[in-house]
């Protein structure tokens, strides 16, 4: 079935270096792909997305980058900072409808 | 702009009673979602709604699920009997209709805990 892998399960780093973190999806029709943070105590929420058509994206310190062939995304934060830690989830959506199947998610942790 | 609202926040039940969660999505948002996180797993895709419609219901687990969207605003979803591994996170998100790319947006999501 479809599914989507997600790596690492748990990220620690120092405050002010980078963060990457890798999906990989199974279902080669997918083609839009969100990714969520989910502070503590909080609801997920989007942070960036990107569509098949597309090989990167960036929004100020955070991008993301897709290689379909490999089926693989991966999510960029550059500078970390204290209020980077949460946990976050990448996704995958195809065309056939809006039924979106996530990762298992990154807990990432900041240390200042 | 209020956004999805979900109730109860938590629940604690015993293995085989009865319980009902309740979404409220944005107002407007004709499409509305159920999600459940597993400990540790992954948010699993449940069900979507359009309007009153089920949509995609190829995520729910067994008929002892019912998700139902009378009226096409709110949404409730019924656990009947609930069982030890029905314990969880329980999401639900809307969006409007129109684009496939549209964002979802989450609620706060329900914790249940099946004793």
């Known amino acids: 079935g479809e599914n989507v892998e997600q790596h690492p399960s748990t990220l620690s780093v120092q405050e002010g270096d980078s963060a990457v973190i890798k999906c990989t999806y199974s279902d080669s029709a997918s083609n839009y792909f969100p990714w969520y943070k989910q502070e503590l105590g909080k609801r997920p929420q989007l942070i960036i997305d990107i569509r098949s058509n597309v090989g990167e994206k960036k929004d100020q310190r955070i991008a993301v980058t897709l290689n379909k062939t490999a089926k693989h995304f991966s999510l960029h934060i550059t500078e970390t900072q204290p209020e980077d830690s949460a946990v976050y989830f990448c996704a995958a959506r195809g065309e056939k409808g809006f039924k979106t199947i996530f990762g298992a998610g990154t807990r990432l942790f900041v240390k200042a | 702009e209020a956004g999805v609202t979900q109730f109860p926040s938590h629940s604690v039940i015993e293995k085989g009673q009865t319980v009902t969660l309740r979404c409220d999505p944005i107002?407007?948002?004709?499409?509305l979602y159920w999600y459940r996180r597993v400990m540790g797993k992954e948010i699993k895709f449940l069900l979507h709604f359009v309007k009153e419609s089920k949509q995609d219901e190829s995520g729910m687990p067994n008929n002892r699920f019912l998700a139902e969207r009378t009226g096409g605003t709110y949404s409730t979803l019924k656990v009947q009997p609930a069982e030890l591994e029905d314990s969880g996170v329980y999401f639900c998100?809307?969006?409007?209709?129109?684009?496939?790319?549209?964002?979802?947006?989450f609620g706060p999501g329900t914790r249940l805990t099946v004793l």
């Open positions: 107002s407007g948002h004709d499409n």
């Open positions: 998100a809307s969006s409007p209709l129109g684009q496939l790319y549209n964002e979802q947006f």
